[in-house]
């Protein structure tokens, strides 16, 4: 990911900014605050998972016990390697946490980006990635996994949604030029068909969906985020007052229903009966005080929290819905840091010297593992004397991303090391170590799931 001109995320180029705290200001992401986290994972715990939109929606729902939902993507190009499992690790802990679980082939977005075929990408996404998913640890039980170009439903909200932006937005957002190829610009749109598409009735229905991602895929969630709120009939926002204002989005869609004229006259009995319903529609929730305005189309909740936004806005999508709206709501989403390639670069499937494949022979990663970044000193007498620096050793950070999951254990390592207790090689070996337990479970529990991959598909992608 190029964070180049314009200060643009080009979610399809091969370099990667990891100025992550300029990328969270910029493009308006939230830190993460581990204690607003339950059950915290290892990658939240160590601040790999560094940033989110909207998260307490989903934590809201995980102390509720509220449906939610999760959905991932795979490119199925190229080999899975240990840069993919961080997003897997991510989703099967939110499978864990109650969430149901989408996974979109992009195998329509790997035939524009990449010149996949369609019947290669089918190839690669059963064999190098639900197999591999399914080794580490998804429950079949609730996981969907489907093509892009197998699910109609999909490519018609691609289409409708479409409506909702144009090329200059795309130009901002992706800096897509005149020469840039259609099927190209049409992947974005596909891509939040995938999004939006498991709130349809006819795949879970309206609840809020999470979306675990590296940073480069956040133009794709800015996109479907402001896509979906253009689709609102009723908007909420915190009131200057305090609490919260929810207000009518009038549109073309929606004027009749509204009780909105082609002259611009309003139908008062209509509005009237539209607040009746809207009041109707909040009484769950239980404020004893709403101050109704139909004239000018607002309803204050003076005794609203802020942070019963997500609440208040799934009771007004429900209605939009009743009313023949869309009621999208806008998905969640989390972010990670890229873990360090072998050799300093940006892990990549193409560059096999970058990273650790799933399916790598213990002989294999070895050898990548002693020939990887270190940051040992020069000498053994520097090392005891300065130590070893934890930052810019590509060893330590697997253990730290992928392979030590004891926190004490890793706290010690990290002690040892910066010490000069620990010496390079040693901790390469460490490395080593845990890396071939990981790896020979993994390879174990793959076959577990040889022939047994249909588990993971859905209807429309058997
Ligand atoms: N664009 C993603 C990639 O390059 C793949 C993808 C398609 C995806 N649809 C998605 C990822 C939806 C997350 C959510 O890997």
Same mark, same amino acid.
């Given at each position: ?74 490119m199925p190009s ?26 979109t082939v992009a195998d329509l977005e790997a035939l524009a980006t990449r010149g996949t075929s369609l019947v290669e990408g089918r190839k690669t996404a059963l ?19 489907y093509f892009q170009s197998g699910r109609?439903?999909?490519q ?27 099927a ?6 596909i ?98 005080? !709403?101050?109704?305005?139909? $004239?000018?189309?607002?309803? =204050? ?5 802020? %942070? +019963?936004? /997500?609440?208040? *806005? ?108 620990? !010496?390079?090689?040693?901790? $390469?070996?460490?490395?080593? =170590? ?5 790896? %020979? +479970?993994? /390879?174990?529990? *793959? ?14 992608a058997?």
């Open positions: 990911m190029g964070v180049g001109n314009a200060g643009r995320i080009d979610p399809w180029s091969s370099e990667q900014s990891t100025d992550y705290a300029r990328i969270r200001d910029q493009f308006g992401l939230e830190s993460l605050d581990l204690t607003q986290v339950p059950n915290p994972s290892m990658l939240h715990r160590r601040g790999i998972i560094f940033a989110h939109r909207d998260l307490d929606v989903v934590t809201g729902c995980i102390e509720r016990s509220d449906p939610f939902g999760v959905l991932t993507g795979l190229g080999r899975m390697h240990l840069g993919h499992s961080m997003v897997i690790e991510q989703v099967r802990w939110f499978q864990e946490q109650g969430a149901d679980i989408t996974v064999k190098e990635y639900v197999h591999n998913y399914a080794a580490l640890g998804l429950n079949p039980e609730n996981t969907n996994v109609p439903e999909v018609r909200l691609a289409f409708t949604l479409g409506r909702r932006t144009n090329l200059s937005e795309f130009e901002a957002i992706y800096g897509f030029k005149g020469e840039t190829n259609l190209h610009v049409q992947a974005p749109l891509q939040v068909g995938d999004i939006i598409h498991p709130q349809l009735d006819e795949f879970g229905g309206l609840r809020p969906i999470v979306v675990p991602v590296g940073v480069d895929q956040d133009p794709h969630l800015r996109l479907t985020r402001g896509i979906a709120g253009k689709t609102h009939w009723f908007n909420v926002k915190p009131r200057k007052a305090g609490g919260l204002r929810v207000s009518l989005s009038v549109q073309n869609s929606n004027s009749e229903a509204f009780g909105v004229s082609t002259d611009g006259k309003v139908d008062r009995e209509i509005r009237n009966s539209i607040f009746e319903r809207l009041i109707g529609s909040l009484s769950p929730i239980g404020y004893s005080d !709403l101050i109704s305005n139909p $004239k000018h189309g607002t309803l =204050d909740i003076p005794g609203a929290k802020n %942070s +019963d936004i /997500a609440q208040v *806005r799934m009771c007004l999508l429900r209605l939009e819905r009743e009313m023949g709206g869309m009621g999208l709501m806008p998905p969640s989403s989390t972010y990670h840091r890229f873990a360090m390639g072998l050799t300093g670069d940006k892990m990549s499937s193409s560059k096999p010297k970058t990273t650790i494949f799933m399916d790598d022979s213990i002989e294999d990663m070895s050898k990548k593992v002693k020939r990887a970044l270190s940051g040992g000193q020069p000498t053994i007498e520097e090392h005891r004397r300065l130590g070893g620096d934890c930052s810019k050793d590509v060893s330590f950070q697997y253990l730290q991303f992928f392979f030590e999951d004891d926190d004490s254990e890793l706290t010690k390592i990290a002690r040892d090391y910066e010490s000069g207790k620990l !010496l390079a090689g040693e901790m $390469k070996q460490i490395c080593i =170590d845990r890396a071939s337990e990981w790896l %020979s +479970d993994l /390879a174990d529990k *793959r076959d577990m799931w040889d022939g047994r991959l249909e588990e993971f598909l859905a209807p429309d058997r």
